[in-house]
């Protein structure tokens, strides 16, 4: 699979030193995903100048969508998040990828590519604004009906709410995911999740016996149980989409 880079006409040299190939037919400089190539999961290095902030390359992608109740008008909305469990992961700001096939469901998504940004804009209504309770702008759900903001605070933080509810909670509905047939590498930049080290946090265990509320500390809500989420998910078909 390849990685499109955007390379101006005077960087091209550069590019191609670097070990970027010109694909013609869509006039774009890229780089093989090849092993034997000395710069493989060491692209950061030598050609993050041509790419946009990210802190993934997935090779798989899958938007993962489900119904929820709106806070403001209390009419039921679809919500999506994406999700992989093929990517070259950027662990903390490392400087090389990791090959990584366990399953992350990306909240908090502020980079993607415009063509996948307008798919889900104009499918899911998922797309960027800004949000009080965190204080920042990212790509978030909004209800099809009044364009209320759907937080990824519940749908990620709140096993009740979130796309793996059906984990803990069997009598809940599945959520349904589509696949993104994508022919090249797609970069996201989003908040990466680490399931083993909520589960064991001392602090949500603590507020869950203050409140009674559930959270994924109390529910053990781990790597090993996260990834399951594909087999318990209804699969409802590919999505293609154009230069993705």
């Known amino acids: ?36 190539q000395a710069f493989y999961l060491n ?15 997935c090779r798989n992608l899958y938007i993962f969508q489900m119904q929820r109740k709106c806070w403001k008008c209390g009419k039921d909305t679809p919500v999506v998040c994406l999700a992989t469990n093929d990517s070259y992961t950027l662990f903390d700001d490392e400087v090389s990828y990791k090959r990584y096939h366990n ?6 998504v502020s980079k993607i590519p415009d063509e996948l ?22 790509f978030i759900n909004h209800c099809i009906h009044c364009a209320s903001v ?21 009598s809940s509905e599945k959520s349904n995911y ?7 590498l797609v970069p996201i930049l989003a908040n990466l999740p680490y399931y083993d080290l909520v589960a064991n946090s001392s602090e949500l265990m603590l507020i869950h016996m203050q409140n009674g509320i559930e959270n994924r500390a109390s529910l053990n809500i ?6 399951k989420l594909i087999d318990d998910s209804n699969y409802i078909g590919d999505i293609e989409i154009n230069n993705i």
């Open 222 to 227: 781990t790597q090993k149980l996260i990834d």
């Open 103 to 108: 399953l992350q469901l990306l909240s908090y």
């Open 43 to 57: 692209w950061k290095k030598y050609f993050n100048k041509w790419l946009p902030d990210h802190n993934l390359l």
């Open 178 to 184: 589509y696949k993104v047939k994508n022919t090249y």
């Open 117 to 138: 940004a307008t798919y889900l804009k104009e499918n899911y209504k998922y797309y960027p604004s800004f949000s009080n309770f965190v204080k920042k702008t990212y």
């Open 1 to 36: 699979m390849d990685l499109l880079l955007n390379v101006p006409f005077s960087q091209k040299d550069e590019a191609k030193k670097n070990g970027a190939w010109w694909k013609p037919e869509i006039k774009k400089w890229y780089v093989r995903e090849d092993s034997q």
């Open 150 to 170: 759907q937080g990824d605070n519940y749908l990620h933080e709140l096993p009740e709410e979130a796309f793996y509810k059906h984990l803990c909670y069997k």
